[in-house]
């Protein structure tokens, strides 16, 4: 598949789809020194759906390799963040035409540089979308940090460190929709409705580049 280059407010950004052939869908991402792979089985057979409902389950992981951090052998499954990813996910997916089956999805994040999971959840709604699951609309996560009296996107790790208040936000922009909002520290409201609005023009224009990539991906298929 095609990659798709990009600068994205001040981090390179590269989206790419197809990257794990054994997987029913899957994306790789990179934004400035954060890289993360997601792999996408199913829809399959799964007992505890038909148990429950007729809509369709999704499971979700996230977790990091032993070389991930700056702290070697530190890698390891994360439920907080694994909670966050199926959050942000579930009300974009049409759930209702999957019956009784599951949908698995499995984000690794390869480097950590800062804005680890809303880089995991924008790579695995692509990865959904890949994978040929039914959605409302793609889901995009931004974060921003409060810095004194700056505010800074998509930090990186050293910025994430000496924050004040952190938002991540996820939305289907097409929608207008937010899907999950996760704020941290002590924030004005002056300064929340700043941050607020920067995730959300920040999601829009990400997921421009997210339909891009899938527009590229599709194309190199027919050719």
């Given amino acids: 598949m095609r990659v798709n280059l990009m600068f994205y407010k001040q981090s390179f950004c590269v989206f790419r ?26 829809p399959r057979e799964s007992k505890k759906a038909m148990m429950y409902s007729d809509v369709g389950r999704l499971n979700c ?10 702290v070697r052998g530190q890698g390891s499954d994360h439920k907080e963040f694994s909670s966050m990813l199926h ?7 049409m759930l209702e035409t999957f019956p009784k089956t599951t949908v ?12 680890d999971i809303p880089v995991v ?9 890949d994978a040929g699951i039914m959605m409302y609309d793609l889901v995009a996560g931004v974060s921003v940090s409060c810095l004194g009296t700056n505010l800074v996107i998509d930090p990186i790790l050293e ?43 920040a999601c829009s224009k990400l997921a421009t ?3 891009s990539c899938l527009k590229e991906a599709a ?4 050719d």
């Fill in 17 to 42: 789809t197809g990257a794990v052939n054994a997987a029913a869908g899957s994306a790789y991402a990179e934004f400035g020194n954060t890289k993360v792979i997601v792999s996408v089985f199913g």
């Fill in 61 to 70: 992981n996230v977790s990091y390799t032993t070389f991930a951090t700056p």
């Fill in 87 to 93: 959050k942000a996910l579930e009300g974009a997916i």
């Fill in 104 to 115: 698995d999805v499995f984000a690794l994040v390869l480097e950590s540089g800062g804005s």
């Fill in 121 to 129: 959840i924008s790579c695995a709604s692509l990865a959904l979308a």
């Fill in 159 to 201: 910025e994430e460190s000496c924050q004040d208040g952190n938002l991540m936000m996820t939305c289907m922009p097409s929608r207008y929709e937010v899907t999950q909002l996760t704020v941290t520290g002590e924030w004005s409201s002056a300064k929340m409705n700043e941050a607020m609005q920067l995730c959300l023009d």
């Fill in 209 to 211: 580049i997210m339909r």
């Fill in 219 to 222: 194309s190199a298929t027919q």
